[in-house]
């Protein structure tokens, strides 16, 4: 009985008790997330899931400023500056500190992540560059779920994408972190051997493609376009390219024969393109990411 409330609930709304009864389970049903260090990733990582009904979101950082802003913006999130008051009771654990404090804040997190709620096992995921699942083990002890997640700074847009691995396949755990991060754009669950080549594609990306769009913006100058136009412009182009493969499916060759005519001019600058190096010169860059 208590089941079939709980899905219609928002029907129960004009039903009184059985909405509070209702709104009571569902609070209870909330997954907890809590969010170590408010930075750049940790931030938008608690932005984007504080909108999200299903999570109860808590963070915590050592500088009150980054947790007062946050709990200006969304008052829902609860916000701590001790690390272990945060993640208590938390089903998911997430580490947006700097890798070489990884160490020192799991050993602080030990108590928080020994023990099992409800009989599921903590998740502790750890967006860390560069530590292993192993190394991520060995600190945290046997008990909770081990995910290592590494995501694009778009994220904070919504648009992100994330590569996600984890020790040992448990397909509830990974639901509940591909929830998390595809709340925040795209997420890929891959081995671990992957993980490197993912952080090249996707979060040193993102800086390949932002000198892309300079060049474009500089180039687009050169020929005479103001340079708010020319960034506007080449911004909506990679949106729109980007949307084309989304959408159609096809490969980028496929989407290049569309635009290319023969004896026309974009032949005529994608052959420029090649001459100086780009292809091999990108693929050059993603090899020197992973070291
Ligand atoms: N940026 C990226 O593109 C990217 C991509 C993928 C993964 N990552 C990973 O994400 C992690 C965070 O990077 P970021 O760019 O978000 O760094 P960040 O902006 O410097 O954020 C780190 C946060 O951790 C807080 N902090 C420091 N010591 C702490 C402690 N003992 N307990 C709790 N919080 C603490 C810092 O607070 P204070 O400022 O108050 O000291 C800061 O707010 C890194 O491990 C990085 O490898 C980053």
Redesign the pocket.
């Known amino acids: 009985m208590g089941v079939i409330r709980v899905q219609s609930y928002k029907k129960a709304a004009h039903y009184g008790k059985i909405a509070i009864f209702a709104e009571n389970i569902q609070r209870m049903t909330k997954r907890k997330i809590a969010v170590?260090?408010?930075?750049?990733?940790?931030?938008?990582v608690a932005r984007g899931l504080a909108l999200e009904e299903r999570y109860e979101v808590r963070v915590?950082?050592?500088?009150p400023?980054?947790l007062e802003a946050i709990a200006a913006e969304y008052p829902s999130v609860a916000t701590f500056r001790s690390?272990l008051q945060c993640a208590a009771g938390a089903d998911v654990i997430i580490?947006?500190?700097?890798?070489w404090?990884?160490s020192?804040?799991v050993a602080?997190l030990r108590p928080a992540l020994a023990e099992s709620r409800s009989g599921r096992r903590p998740i502790l995921v750890?967006?860390?560059?560069?530590?292993d699942l192993a190394a991520l083990r060995e600190m945290a002890g046997e008990v909770p779920l081990i995910y290592k997640a590494?995501?694009?700074?778009a994220v904070s847009v919504g648009s992100g994408v994330t590569f996600a691995c984890r020790e040992e396949p448990d397909e509830e755990a990974d639901r509940t972190v591909d929830g998390i991060f595809s709340t925040l754009g795209v997420t890929e669950m891959v081995d671990e051997r992957m993980i490197d080549a993912g952080?090249a594609v996707a979060?040193c990306g993102?800086a390949f493609m932002m000198r892309m769009l300079r060049a474009m913006t500089e180039g687009g100058v050169e020929l005479g376009l103001y340079p708010a136009t020319a960034l506007r412009a080449a911004a909506a182009t990679m949106r729109g390219a980007a949307e084309l493969i989304e959408k159609n499916g096809l490969h980028p060759e496929q989407e290049v024969d569309k635009v290319t005519t023969p004896g026309g001019l974009t032949i005529r600058g994608l052959n420029a393109l090649e001459e100086s190096g780009f292809t091999g010169a990108v693929v050059k860059a993603l090899r020197a990411c992973i070291g």
């Not at 170590?36 to 938008?44: E, F, K, L, P, R």
């Not at 915590?60 to 500088?63: G, T, V």
């Not at 580490?95 to 890798?99: A, D, M």
């Open positions: 170590i260090g408010c930075g750049n990733m940790g931030g938008a915590s950082n050592p500088s400023g980054k690390n580490l947006g500190v700097k890798p404090k990884v020192e804040v602080e750890s967006m860390a560059a560069g530590i590494i995501p694009n700074t952080m979060s993102i």
